[in-house]
């Protein structure tokens, strides 16, 4: 595994596939070949150009769970990175469609088939009955159970990241707003209590080089949960931040949950519980958790580091009154896109 080969990547349209497939095709020393496996029947406006990049090569997959192409996909990759989006309307609830539980254990029963040498699997820590009304929290920590025990019987090598929360969050939903009445900027994520410390990540710019170090040397991380986290704040340091960057007056507030807009946010009763695992300081608060992200960082990035609230204001430009001009729409076309600023 010291020199890596072919790399599959599933949803390499999306935050954490688009995170790692650009990262490989940007990074110099890369001597990758990448499949960039999706369900998009048409993801070229989202994807590098093929002409510019003679070591990418799309697949598209007819079905996230079907076991015959994926192992096809994989077959012949040194490493598969493996990711799934909740929320994607492929999976609508209908009685003949997929699954995102199906679809994660379909990834990882491909590996299996495949022989490949390594999957590295996104996924969720396992928070018991605090999780249970997120689906996020209960298909992937199920998909990491299932994972290791299937590595358990099959000799199958894993590493298990689990992401924290978003900082683009701020740029694509409700979080961030201008008061009309003071005009003060506002933080807030409606249910949290503001002295609860977030575990705050920049994806796009920070899965790359992680994902790029661990499939260079994995042999200390197999079978390790790996959170992915580059500091603990809370609204009020978000808030205290921002203000010191921008100069922009700035506070937190704790609005109540009932206040939830639910589009294009998660749906009340999900809010309701990722709200619960961080007041309750169960889901990646401990400070510890960030040695791993940091010491893997450091073989790629070790210059730069993590990417901290401050630093990803400042490389992204992030305004919340030109957000609320129509700037959230064109950073979204911005990413749909990869070009402008760097979000990723």
């Known amino acids: 595994m010291a020199n890596p080969k072919t790399i599959a990547i599933l949803g390499p349209t999306g935050i954490q596939g688009a995170s790692v497939l650009h990262y490989l095709l940007r990074s110099p020393s890369s001597t990758f070949t990448l499949r960039a496996i999706t369900t998009r029947p048409d993801p070229s406006p989202s994807l590098p150009s093929l002409s510019a990049h003679p070591n990418l090569f799309i697949h598209h997959l007819p079905s996230p769970t079907s076991i015959p192409h994926l192992t096809q ?6 490493a598969v990175f493996g990711n799934t989006n909740t929320h994607s309307p492929i999976y609508d609830g209908k009685p003949d469609s997929p699954t995102e539980i199906s679809a994660l254990k379909a990834i990882v029963d491909a590996a299996v088939e495949a022989k490949v040498g390594l999957l590295v699997l996104s996924c969720l820590p396992d928070v018991g009955e605090l999780g249970k009304r997120s689906p996020d929290f209960v298909n992937k920590s199920e998909a990491m159970r299932y994972a290791k025990r299937r590595a358990r019987e099959t000799g199958l090598r894993v590493v298990y990241v689990q992401l924290g929360w978003y900082m683009q969050n701020f740029v694509e939903n409700h979080d961030a707003k201008v008061n009309p009445v003071d005009g003060v900027i506002e933080f807030q994520m409606k249910g949290l209590r503001q002295d609860k410390r977030v575990p705050w990540i ?15 040397n994995p042999d200390p991380y197999i079978g390790k949960e790996i959170p992915i986290v580059a500091e603990l704040l809370t609204m009020d340091e978000i808030a205290s931040i921002y203000q010191s960057v921008t100069g922009q007056p700035s506070r937190a507030i704790s609005p109540p949950l009932s206040s939830h807009v639910v589009s294009p946010q998660p749906p009340l009763e999900e ?16 400070e510890t958790i960030m040695e791993l992200c940091t010491e893997l960082m450091k073989k790629e990035r070790p210059d730069v580091g993590m990417t901290g609230w401050r630093k990803w204001i400042q490389d992204t430009g992030f305004d919340v009154k030109k957000k609320e001009e129509g700037y959230g729409q064109e950073i979204r076309k911005q990413r749909e896109r990869w070009g402008g600023r760097k979000f990723f």
């Open 73 to 78: 996909f994989f077959t012949g990759c040194t």
């Open 202 to 216: 920049s994806a796009y710019t920070d899965l790359g080089p992680i994902i790029k170090a661990l499939l260079c």
């Open 271 to 286: 809010r309701a519980c990722l709200m619960d695992l961080l007041n309750k300081e169960a889901y990646l608060v401990d």
